[in-house]
Nanobody
Framework: QVQLMESGGGSVAAGGSLRVSCAASGSKYNTYCMGWFRQAPGKEREGVATIHTDGTTHYRDSVKGRFTISQDSDKNTLYLQMNNLKPEDTAMYYC????????????????WGQGTQVTVSS
C-alpha cells in the first residue's frame, strides 16, 4: 500500500519552468520504480519519465533535454523539473509506483496519485 500526492502544478507561459513534486507514504518496500505520467482531457495517459531504485532514468522522446526526474535519498519524494515548457505539455500530471519494474505500459502501474494540473499558454 502506497499513498502518493502530487503538488507544484500551475500555469506558466511557453518557455517557462515548473517543478512538480510527489510525496510518498505508506509501505514502500520493493518500490522498484517511480514515474511521472500525464493526461490531457480526451487523450490517453502517457508516460513522461521513470526512475528505478538504482537511479536509471528514461524519458519519452518529446521531453528529453527539457525534463529531469529525480528523487530524494530516502525516496519519500519524487520530482519532475520541467524546463522550456510547451503548450503540448499541458496536462494533468500523475506520479505512480510499480513494485515490479519500470515500464511504459501504463496499465501495469499499481499506485497512483490524484494528479496536479500543469497548464502552458502560448
Amino acid at each position: 500500500q502506497v499513498q502518493l500526492m502530487e503538488s507544484g502544478g500551475g500555469s506558466v507561459a511557453a518557455g517557462g519552468s515548473l517543478r512538480v513534486s510527489c510525496a510518498a507514504s505508506g509501505s514502500k518496500y520493493n518500490t522498484y520504480c517511480m514515474g511521472w505520467f500525464r493526461q490531457a482531457p480526451g487523450k490517453e495517459r502517457e508516460g513522461v519519465a521513470t526512475i528505478h531504485t538504482d537511479g536509471t532514468t528514461h524519458y519519452r522522446d518529446s521531453v528529453k533535454g527539457r525534463f529531469t526526474i529525480s528523487q530524494d535519498s530516502d525516496k519519500n519524494t519524487l520530482y519532475l523539473q520541467m524546463n522550456n515548457l510547451k503548450p503540448e505539455d499541458t496536462a494533468m500530471y500523475y506520479c505512480a509506483v510499480i513494485p515490479i519494474y519500470c515500464t511504459w505500459q501504463v496499465a501495469l502501474w499499481r499506485y497512483w496519485g490524484q494528479g496536479t494540473q500543469v497548464t502552458v499558454s502560448s
